[in-house]
C-alpha cells in the first residue's frame, strides 16, 4: 500500500526505538539501567487524582466542548496572565492532549508549503517533524556544548527570510537543560520586532523545574507588544507528574486558536472530560507539590552532572531546569547512535542519542530516576569510556 508522502517522511521517535531495545534485552533477562525517561518518575499528586475519580464517580464521562471545559479555560487563562504577565481572555486558550497537541495544531494552522519555521537546536525532537508535517521547512539555529548552548542571536537573524513564519522557544530546554535568561528574551523581542512576519511559540512546559537560583522568564511578559503574533504552549506533564493525562494547552491571538479549535473539533474533540478536572485541581492548589518535586529534580540534576564532570573527555554544559543533561562525548569518535548502541549492548545502558535533537556530538541522560539509578548509569559509562 502507498502511503502518502506527508506519513513517508515522517520519522519515528528515536527515544521510543531506544526504550523497545532496552525493554527487549530487559525481557532476554539483561540487567538494563536507563537514563532515557522523558517523564517524571513520581506519582500524580492524590488530591488531582481523586478530583478526578470524583468527577468520575458524578458522571462527567460525556462530551464536553472542543476547545475545552469553560472553567479550565479559564483557570488557564488566570493562570497565564498572573504567573506568566500574558494578559488573555479564556477565548485565547485551547486545552489539548497534552503539549504535543498544542504544537500539532498550532503549526497546522498557521503554517503553509513553503512558509519556514526558525528552530533552534539541539530542539525537542517532535518540533521538526511537526513542522515538516505541516509542509513547512525548518531552518535550524545551531549552537555548541562548547559555548553552553547558548542563543547566538546575529545567526538567527541572518536565518530570518520573507518566509519566515514561526519562531520556536523552548526554555527551560529539552534536552539541553538551558534557561534563556531576562536579557537574552529581551533580545529575541527587539529581533521579533525588526521581523513583523515571524510569530513565536513559546514552549513553557518545564517552567516550574529549575535549578536552584534560576527563575523562568516568559516572553510574554517582556515584550506585551508581541501579543498578536506570540503562542504559549504549555501542560500538566512535566510540574504535575501527569504524563498519561494527556493535559497541555495553547494560548495565543484569538483567530488562531479559534482555527486550532475547529482543528480540533474535527480531529479529537475534547480532552477526557474527568481528566480535565484534575487539572482544574491542580491549577486552583498552591504549588507545593510541584515545589517539592522540582527540588528532588533539583537535586538529582546536580548529582548526575556532578557525575558527568568528573569523566574525561565529555563536555558537560550544567542543565539550568528541566531533567535532563545533554554532554559532549564527540572526543569518542562515534557518533551519538553508535555510542547510544554500544553502551546499551556492552554495559546495559539506555540514553537516547542527541542526533534525535539535533545534535550527533551529544547524548541526553534522565535524571528523573532514583539517585542509585543514577550512579549506577554513570558507573556504567564509565566503564563504557574505558574501553574506547
Ligand atoms: N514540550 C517539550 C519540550 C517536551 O519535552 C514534551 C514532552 O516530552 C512536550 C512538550 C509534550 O508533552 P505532553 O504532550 O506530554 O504534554
Not at 506519582?43 to 478530583?51: G, K, V
Not at 486558536?257 to 475534547?270: D, F, G, P, R
Not at 539506555?350 to 551529544?362: L, W
Request: hydrophobic letters at 45%; a negative charge; proline letters at 5%.
Amino acid at each position: 500500500m502507498k502511503l502518502s508522502a506527508r506519513a513517508a517522511s515522517l520519522q519515528p521517535s528515536l527515544t521510543l526505538a531506544i526504550a523497545a531495545r532496552a525493554k527487549q534485552l530487559q525481557a532476554e533477562g539483561q540487567n538494563i539501567c536507563s537514563l532515557s525517561a522523558g517523564e517524571p518518575n513520581f506519582d500524580t499528586p492524590a488530591f488531582i487524582r481523586q478530583a478526578a475519580a470524583e468527577a468520575l464517580e458524578q458522571g462527567v464521562t460525556r462530551y464536553g466542548p472542543a476547545a475545552g471545559d469553560p472553567e479550565l479555560r479559564q483557570a488557564i487563562a488566570e493562570k497565564l496572565s498572573r504567573c506568566n504577565g500574558m494578559a488573555v481572555g479564556s477565548d485565547q486558550v485551547l486545552v489539548t492532549n497534552g503539549g504535543k497537541q498544542a504544537l500539532y495544531n498550532l503549526f497546522q494552522v498557521l503554517l503553509d508549503p513553503g512558509d519556514e519555521v526558525l528552530l533552534p537546536a539541539p530542539y525537542w525532537l517532535t518540533y521538526p517533524e511537526l513542522a515538516r508535517l505541516a509542509g513547512a521547512e525548518v531552518c535550524l539555529l545551531t549552537s555548541n556544548a562548547s559555548d553552553g548552548f547558548r542563543l547566538d542571536l546575529e545567526a538567527l537573524e541572518a536565518l530570518i527570510t520573507p518566509k519566515s513564519r514561526l519562531l520556536v522557544l523552548n526554555t527551560p530546554s529539552n534536552p539541553t537543560g538551558l534557561v534563556l535568561q531576562r536579557e537574552e528574551l529581551e533580545a529575541v523581542a527587539a529581533l521579533l520586532r525588526r521581523h513583523p512576519q515571524v510569530a513565536v511559540v513559546c514552549d513553557e512546559i518545564y517552567e516550574h523545574l529549575l535549578a536552584d537560583g534560576q527563575t523562568h522568564h516568559s516572553l510574554a511578559a517582556l515584550a506585551p507588544d508581541l501579543a498578536d503574533r506570540l503562542f504559549v504552549v504549555n501542560g500538566f506533564a512535566k510540574g504535575w507528574a501527569m504524563t498519561g493525562w494527556r493535559l497541555g494547552y495553547l494560548a495565543g491571538p484569538a483567530e488562531v486558536v479559534k482555527a486550532a479549535i475547529a482543528l480540533q473539533s474535527q480531529s479529537t474533540s475534547n480532552v477526557c472530560s474527568f481528566a480535565q478536572r484534575g487539572a482544574l485541581a491542580a491549577l486552583h492548589a498552591p504549588l507545593d507539590c510541584v515545589q517539592e518535586m522540582a527540588r528532588s529534580f533539583s537535586q538529582r540534576r546536580s548529582h548526575l552532572t556532578a557525575g558527568l564532570q568528573q569523566l574525561s573527555d565529555v563536555v558537560v554544559v550544567p542543565p539550568n531546569g528541566a531533567f535532563y543533561a545533554f554532554p559532549d562525548i564527540s572526543a569518542f569518535g562515534l557518533d551519538s547512535m553508535t555510542f547510544c548502541q554500544q553502551l546499551l549492548d556492552q554495559q546495559g545502558l539506555a540514553v537516547v542519542p542527541g542526533v534525535a535533537f539535533g545534535d550527533d556530538r551529544c547524548i541526553r541522560l534522565s535524571c528523573a530516576v532514583t539517585t542509585a539509578t543514577i550512579d549506577d548509569g554513570l558507573n556504567r559509562l564509565k566503564s563504557f569510556l574505558q574501553t574506547l
